[in-house]
């Protein structure tokens, strides 16, 4: 076994919230923590990736000065066993953009793009972590089999912190970003 091939021993430990905040960007980079433990994220490919990205410009096109939009972004449900999860998209309070770390309080909206292989931990793990966050909004973005993104939109029910099933748009990711309207970025 070669040196790169050793798995750090902070992957074997349980992480504190303290001890995550210590890292540097680039340690942080690439995974999420789920109750304590790290979860290595593999990479987008360039697709789910430059969807992402494009759905981020849209929404923050559209989201006003009182919202932000943005991709990379660590959101932590938990601090006590340590969660910490990296939605592909995130919406939040613009005047919160520099508090580290973003709080499920700050978030309107969380995006995953589903690549190969995060099928079932994006529509049911992290659609439920984020419910029981309170995080109102959750959209959820595949790519079907013609190459047509279809974007599922889900909205919380405060009184269950359970998501109930929004609107479902096919084709150019902007079509969903009307959306934005309803939600009313400005008031919510």
């Known amino acids: 076994m070669t040196a790169e ?6 992957m074997h430990t349980q992480i504190s919230a303290e001890q995550y905040d210590s890292w540097s960007e680039e340690q ?7 109750d304590g433990m790290v979860v290595v994220s593999p990479s987008a490919s360039k697709r789910p990736n430059r969807l992402a990205r494009l759905l981020a410009n849209a929404l923050d096109a ?16 938990q601090d006590v066993p340590l969660t910490n999860r990296r939605p592909d998209v995130i919406v939040c309070r613009a005047e919160t953009i520099d508090l580290t770390p973003t ?7 969380v995006v995953e793009v ?11 793990v992290k659609a439920d972590q984020y419910a029981k966050a309170g995080i109102p909004f959750y959209w959820r973005v595949e790519q079907a ?13 405060p009184a269950t912190k ?3 099933d929004g609107e479902m748009f096919t084709g150019a990711i902007e079509t969903a970003v009307p959306f934005s309207v309803a939600i009313d970025l400005g008031s919510a």
Do not use: K, Q
């Not at 709080?103 to 909206?109: G, I, K, T, Y």
């Open 103 to 109: 709080r499920p309080e700050h978030v309107l909206l």
């Open 145 to 157: 089999a013609t190459g047509v993104p279809i974007t599922y939109t889900y909205v919380l029910d």
């Open 62 to 77: 559209a989201a006003g000065s009182e919202w932000n939009a943005d991709t990379d972004f660590d959101v932590r449900l």
């Open 5 to 10: 091939m050793v798995v750090p021993t902070w």
């Open 28 to 34: 942080c980079a690439g995974i999420e923590i789920v």
């Open 114 to 124: 589903v690549s190969p292989g995060s099928e079932t931990t994006d529509l049911i």
């Open 162 to 164: 359970v998501y109930r």
